[in-house]
């Protein structure tokens, strides 16, 4: 949107002139919900520049077409208009033809571009209708967010066509595309990204662990914030899984369940959902309605304003289907295969495998061989319930495991369980990554051999994982399973020495005894990074990453996994780091390390030292 004094500038009428979204600071403290105008408080016409850090409550309204309006004029004023908060764009029809109005899809994908759209006269050559006028809509892609609301990025130049032809006298869009076009700022304060969550397809290694038919995977979708969040979450629900993740997960509704007609979802006051679904739905039997429970009760609380105790399902005619409790679904939540991240571990000054409890300033070896100094180790990673460490020497060489509990004194170490064959520090191990299911991972960087590893239990010999989607001038850098185990991050080095950031997804397969695992489809993940130095996971769907733009310095961020900025706060800046541990557990605190030592990130404060003898830190995992 352009503030008036540039449309002044720029020629347009005097209606034009005036015209700006409308926003209002309304309820005094800008309370959520608010259903009726403020006698009082203050309207102002605002730029979309000026939106971009408003608070995300306040309220924007759109402005019909004024008469004797350009066709410029009235296709810049629709695409102001989809920036409005109304839930059906009825401002934005008014922009429109009747019958562009009612075939229009606007939900059909969203563009986000740099910045706002820009409108301006098409060739002659793009008027195909006699009297008509046509209109270029174009601007710098970032992404696109398809029907099913899940984000990935996307570059390039937007460029589409918006026909007119008048009624009535006044020039209105006869012809244009499905689904909205944004300015990344408005599209910032609009959409907010939230998890919904499907059950993880583990195959045969869904054996391996308690429930491993229930372990709930996050998928995140972008939602409107304030248009019926809690009804807009489960509808997104419903839909299913996004078309990266759904080859790896399951729903638990019956293909085709939707929400019966005419509902708008809320907690009541004893933090009650309620839902009526249809006919498909109803099919569910017990067991399965109680999976579909706690899909809908760990969806929507990411939406809703208070804690959800319970969900009460039921089918046509309002007949109840199941209910759980909070209590009862218990089991099911996400992250329980996180493991509860008691300690953090990294080597120290003497090359021997440390630990540290949260919040204590003392560190000291851990139990058993890995903390004996009998070999110097390079890099650790402890595996989720915090009983057995993986390491590697500090050559990058060989890769042991062994207990985190005994006499470190006197429990030999043993043989390494892989060898790596390169000759060069900077071509053999990866640092190491457990899942949740008690699986170890690890990179050869081998240039005569480069593979990707996981050993079963962290014990069993390792079988080599396939990674189509690798190019032959490509390698694993380093990388971190998901506790979950369908997900993997790997950073990866191009053969111009850039290293990327990239999303696989685990497919599992073949049988109990010999079970087969390939790393398919990846997707970069911080596509706007030249060069990422590291990056670990930081909940369900985040991660932090290390890295620098096109001519930038070395910068620490939030990122989703669907590729978008988190909306988490800005990192404090820290310098120089070559090594980032989260916890999937967001409640832990954040640790880098560098040239200097290991500091560590506690919840509302700025870095501080952690030891200036450490290096490589890790959480379980």
């Not at 019966?260 to 309620?274: K, M, T």
């Amino acid at each position: 949107m352009r503030a008036a004094d540039e449309r002044t500038r720029r020629g347009g009428s005097a209606a034009r002139r005036h015209r700006a979204l409308i926003v209002l600071a309304s309820c005094g403290a800008l309370l959520a919900g608010c259903a009726s105008m403020p006698d009082g408080g203050k309207v102002k016409h605002v730029s979309s520049s000026h939106r971009s850090g408003m608070d995300s409550q306040v309220r924007v309204y759109s402005v019909s077409p004024q008469k004797g309006e350009a066709p410029t004029q009235i296709v810049r004023g629709f695409l102001e208009a989809t920036t409005s908060d109304e839930a059906t764009f009825r401002t934005a029809r008014e922009y429109m033809t009747p019958a562009m109005a009612r075939r229009w899809k606007p939900f059909a994908s969203t563009t986000v571009l740099s910045d706002a759209p820009g409108a301006v006269k098409a060739p002659p050559e793009s008027t195909a209708v006699k009297g008509g006028y046509s209109v270029e809509v174009s601007g710098d892609r970032m992404a696109e967010v398809d029907g099913k609301h899940a984000y990935s990025p996307s570059g390039g130049k937007y460029s589409e066509v918006f026909r007119l032809t008048k009624v009535k006298g006044e020039w209105r869009i006869d012809e244009m595309p499905d689904g909205l076009v944004l300015g990344e700022s408005d599209f910032q304060r609009i959409y907010r990204p939230i998890n919904t969550y499907y059950y993880a397809q583990l195959g045969p290694d869904a054996d391996s662990i308690t429930d491993g038919q229930n372990v709930l995977v996050a998928d995140p979708v972008y939602l409107r914030r304030r248009i019926d969040p809690v009804t807009e979450t489960v509808s997104a629900l419903l839909q299913g899984p996004s078309g990266w993740l759904d080859p790896v997960v399951d729903s638990s509704f019956p293909r085709g369940s939707r929400l019966a007609r005419g509902q708008h979802l809320s907690l009541d006051d004893s933090g009650v959902l309620r839902l009526r679904l249809n006919a498909r739905a109803a099919e569910a039997g017990g067991k399965r309605c109680a999976r579909m429970a706690a899909q809908v009760l760990y969806s929507v609380q990411d939406q809703a304003s208070a804690k959800v105790g319970k969900v009460e399902l039921a089918g046509p005619k309002d007949r109840q289907l199941c209910s759980r409790t909070r209590e009862q679904v218990a089991a099911y939540q996400p992250g329980r295969l996180n493991g509860s991240a008691k300690r953090a571990y990294f080597i120290d000054g003497k090359h021997r495998v440390a630990s540290i409890k949260n919040k204590s300033t003392s560190a000291r070896p851990v139990e058993g061989p890995l903390g004996s100094g009998q070999v110097e180790m390079g890099a650790v990673a402890v595996n989720r319930i915090e009983s057995e460490g993986a390491a590697v020497s500090r050559g990058r060489r060989a890769l042991y495991v062994a207990s985190l509990e005994g006499s470190s004194a006197t429990t030999a170490l043993g043989d390494p369980v892989f060898t790596s064959a390169a000759k060069q520090e900077k071509d053999r191990l990866t640092a190491p990554s457990w899942d949740g299911l008690g699986d170890l991972w690890v990179a050869d960087r081998d240039p005569d051999a480069p593979r990707l590893l996981r050993l079963r239990s962290g014990k069993e010999q390792p079988d080599e994982v396939r990674v189509p989607d690798l190019g032959e001038d490509e390698r694993i850098e380093s990388l971190r399973v998901a506790s979950d185990g369908v997900r993997i991050l790997l950073r990866v080095r191009d053969g111009e020495g850039h290293a990327s950031l990239q999303l696989g997804r685990v497919v599992r397969g073949g049988t109990a005894k010999n079970s087969r695992v390939t790393v398919e489809q990846l997707r970069p993940v911080a596509p706007q990074l030249v060069d990422v130095s590291a990056a670990s996971w930081a909940g369900g769907s985040r991660l932090v990453v290390v890295g620098r733009e096109s001519g930038s310095v070395q910068q620490l961020q939030y990122m989703e996994t669907d590729g978008s900025v988190s909306d988490q706060p800005t990192l404090p800046g820290i310098t120089d780091v070559t090594g980032v541990a989260a916890s999937e557990d967001e409640s832990k605190p954040l640790l880098a390390g560098s040239e200097e030592g290991i500091v560590r990130l506690p919840p509302d404060a700025n870095w501080r030292m952690l030891t200036e003898n450490g290096s490589a830190p890790a959480y379980p995992g």
